[in-house]
């Protein structure tokens, strides 16, 4: 099991207001942010990151918009910045919203130079992108997925085109000659990521041959994968668990009590993130009829992301760490009882290869952070590198 450290760079300054407010995105306005503040966290968040190549854990980024859940405006920015701070530790993209990225070939060129930059270290994640940030982007919601696929498309052949210009002449896309410099030097691409929360993102990836991620999501994870693994066979091949990644946050301490205040800590960040005017949750045609149809059958504890493992809805907004812990968000506690807890999830899900470790939230402070990555990646990452190395060499072998 591989281990990606990732935080969303948040300003946590500001989350007091914007929960009196209602909403901590789209709408809330940027004047609470004081720029000298936000100087001095990104720094520190980059610092964070950067110690992690030196721990020998690998590192995300992802990237949202209009919100002070998260400073991450733009994942190749901060890419390029951790690229040249580090030399070892693959960097995953995950990812770029691509659907309402008006110019696909651009992300291209972006994911290109990143991955020559880095010497070949790139992960490329081309994500559907969260439905708050629709209405900043102006996107039509209905027709989002078919504008997805089509850059998805266009941005692989643009990666792995090394003849010559091309041109393509799409549904939403249009250029007269595609010809990006430079190619990337992982060929014909860097490894493809998507995100999911459903069968049918499973069924996709798989039949794409893609690593497929679900974030904080407990229970959602085993059926997605369990299509994912299917539709491969179905397909004559075999999907090892190097196709499936699982974020969590984690906590990690001396002691039970440590780990559990310093996971409390990085879950506010699962408390904050639904805090958003309702209109901006689910806009007309974003999520497909299914879905529509299984939120309004389970009525308003539908509204929770997650379930615990006794079926019981949990609220984000309020929960605590120890029922975020039952809900699989959550890895809490020493070493010991972290290894555990993944231990046991990855047996009831049926195997997972990568692990995305969410390690820093909200006020968890820069020492406590520091000590968090240094303890998981001491003592728990070690045990987790050979969890599924059984099922690996299966795999390898058929």
């Keep these: 099991m591989r281990v990606w450290y ?18 901590l995105r ?3 306005p940027n004047k609470v942010v004081d720029p000298h503040d936000a100087h001095k966290l990104l720094h520190r968040y980059l610092d964070e990151f950067a110690y992690c190549d030196e721990a020998g854990l690998d590192i995300m980024v992802n990237e949202h918009h209009s919100t002070a859940t998260c400073m991450t405006v733009s994942v190749p920015m901060a890419l390029a910045i951790i690229a040249r701070e580090t030399k070892t530790a693959r960097l995953l993209s995950l ?13 291209a060129e972006e994911m290109a130079w990143l991955d ?11 994500v559907k992108g969260a439905p708050y940030e629709i209405h900043p982007a102006n996107s039509n919601p209905a027709r989002l997925m078919r504008r997805y696929w089509e850059a998805h498309d266009l941005i692989l052949k643009a990666m792995s085109t090394t003849d010559g210009p091309f041109s393509w002449e799409g549904e939403y896309y249009h250029y007269r000659a595609v010809n990006i410099w430079p190619r ?17 993102s499973g069924i996709a990836a798989a039949e794409r041959g893609h690593v497929i991620a679900t974030l904080l999501s407990g229970s959602v994870a085993k059926p997605m994968f369990d299509a994912y693994r299917k539709r491969a066979a179905e397909l004559g091949r075999t999907a090892g668990p190097d196709r499936f990644a699982y974020a969590a946050c984690i906590g990690v301490g001396a ?22 005017y309702e209109p901006f949750t689910n806009p007309p045609g974003y999520n497909s009829v299914n879905a529509n149809v299984a939120m309004l059958k389970a009525g308003p504890a539908g509204r929770s992301f997650v379930k615990d493992r006794k079926g019981n809805a949990v609220d984000h907004r309020t929960a605590s760490v120890e029922q975020f812990m039952e809900t699989d968000t959550v890895f809490a506690g020493t070493p010991d009882d972290v290894y555990q807890q993944i231990k046991d999830f990855n047996d009831r899900i049926g195997g997972f290869g990568h692990l995305l470790f ?14 968090n990555i240094r303890l998981f990646a001491k003592e728990v990452m070690p045990r987790l590198k050979d969890l599924n190395a059984g099922s690996a060499k299966r795999t390898a072998a058929e």
Aim: hydrophobic share 35%.
């Design 26 to 28: 789209v709408v809330y």
């Design 255 to 276: 002691t039970r009590e440590e780990g559990l205040k310093r996971a409390h800590l990085i879950a506010d960040y699962v408390r904050t993130a639904p805090v958003v």
């Design 184 to 200: 990337p030097l992982q060929q014909p691409t860097p490894p493809v990521w998507m995100t999911g929360l459903s069968i049918d």
């Design 6 to 23: 990732f935080s969303e760079m948040a300003y946590h300054p500001a989350w007091d207001e914007g929960l009196k407010r209602g909403s």
């Design 116 to 126: 020559v930059l880095s010497g070949g270290r790139l992960e490329m994640g081309l």
């Design 358 to 371: 969410f390690g820093q939230g909200g006020h968890l402070s820069h020492a406590d952070t520091m000590d």
């Design 95 to 107: 990812g770029n919203p691509i659907a309402n990225r008006p110019d696909p070939v651009r992300v």
